[in-house]
């Protein structure tokens, strides 16, 4: 079965991966330089790193420490970097992004979420609320459809509302419904939202809606970021996870410009 370009990407456990960095490159790069070593010397070398880590099991744990904190250190660099980057992309709200609150407010919170994310589901509220609270801040929505080919279906459909305005509405009324998301749901939600609904399935089809998905989800990766919910502030800080509405206010106090 082909995968949707949007099917969530999956990581090695850290564990393993950093073994393998660790242990099976180097081994492997030995393996392919015969001309370095005899078949006797190189059966030696590995007998020697195996007696090693028996003797000192602490090797390979300072080795993974290292590693994690390497890896962590350039992924929060390249983060830095792309926030740079991409400032124009994350801070205007883009044809087909969804935003509430104040259109001039000083403090953008840009959040990438997932239709079906049940921790998405249950910040919403918080952060309109947050919004109504605060006219100084404003919510631009960035849709990343990464939980399976369902989340692809309510995701095309949220960002081809934009087309009728009705982005927020229609995210809103997805999110919050009980019934199985299928195309006839799309066509009552739509209904229901007062947008026509044939024309919300035509344009669920366009190829602006696909890549304005498959950007946000390169986005997504670029910024080092592994799920949802993941929230922006002032193209500065990243916050992933959901976070309180208390959360939110210190966090703003601190990152506001």
Same mark, same amino acid.
Do not use: W
């Given at each position: 079965?082909k995968? %949707?370009?949007?099917?969530? *990407?999956?990581h090695?456990?850290l564990t393993?991966?950093?073994?393998?960095?660790v242990?099976?490159?180097p081994? %492997?790069g030995?393996a392919q #330089?015969?001309?370095?070593f /005899?078949? !006797?010397?190189?059966?030696?070398?590995?007998?020697?790193v195996?007696?090693a880590?028996?003797?000192?099991?602490?090797?390979? !744990?300072d080795?993974?420490i290292?590693?994690?904190q390497k890896?962590?250190?350039?992924?929060t !660099?390249?983060? %830095?970097?792309?926030l740079?980057e991409?400032k124009?992309?994350l801070?205007?709200v883009?044809p087909?992004?969804?935003?509430?609150?104040?259109?001039?407010?000083?403090n953008t919170?840009? !959040?990438?979420?997932?239709?079906r994310?049940? *921790?998405?589901?249950?910040?919403l509220?918080e952060?309109?609320q947050l919004t109504? #609270?605060?006219?100084?801040?404003r919510?631009i929505?960035k849709i990343?459809?990464?939980?399976?080919?369902?989340s692809?279906l309510?995701s095309? +459909?949220?960002?081809?509302?934009t087309?009728?305005n009705?982005y927020v509405s229609?995210?809103?009324?997805i999110?919050?419904?009980?019934e199985e998301?299928?195309e006839?749901?799309?066509?009552?939600?739509?209904k229901q939202q007062?947008?026509?609904a044939d024309?919300l399935?035509q #344009?669920?089809?366009? +190829? %602006?809606?696909?890549?304005?998905?498959?950007?946000?989800v390169?986005?997504l990766r670029?910024l080092g970021?592994?799920? /949802?919910?993941?929230?922006?502030?002032?193209?500065k800080?990243?916050?992933p996870?959901?976070?309180s *509405?208390?959360t939110?206010?210190t966090?703003?106090?601190?990152?506001?410009r």
């Open positions: 079965m995968k %949707s370009p949007f099917q969530r *990407y999956f090695i456990p393993a991966s950093l073994f393998c960095g242990m099976v490159t081994l %492997s030995y #330089d015969n001309s370095s /005899t078949p !006797e010397q190189h059966k030696e070398i590995i007998s020697t195996r007696q880590l028996k003797n000192d099991p602490s090797i390979l !744990e080795a993974i290292a590693a994690q890896r962590t250190k350039q992924r !660099e390249s983060a %830095s970097k792309t740079a991409k124009n992309v801070m205007n883009l087909t992004d969804g935003f509430i609150g104040n259109p001039n407010a000083k919170i840009v !959040e990438f979420f997932d239709p994310c049940p *921790y998405c589901k249950k910040i509220p952060l309109v109504k #609270d605060d006219k100084n801040v919510i929505f990343v459809p990464i939980l399976g080919e369902n692809v309510q095309r +459909a949220i960002v081809a509302a087309r009728q009705g229609m995210m809103k009324a999110m919050d419904s009980k998301i299928t006839d749901t799309i066509k009552t939600i739509a007062k947008l026509d024309r399935i #344009d669920m089809k366009a +190829a %602006s809606v696909t890549k304005a998905l498959e950007d946000n390169q986005l670029d970021i592994d799920g /949802t919910p993941a929230l922006v502030i002032n193209d800080k990243i916050i996870g959901a976070v *509405y208390e939110l206010k966090i703003l106090q601190k990152e506001g």
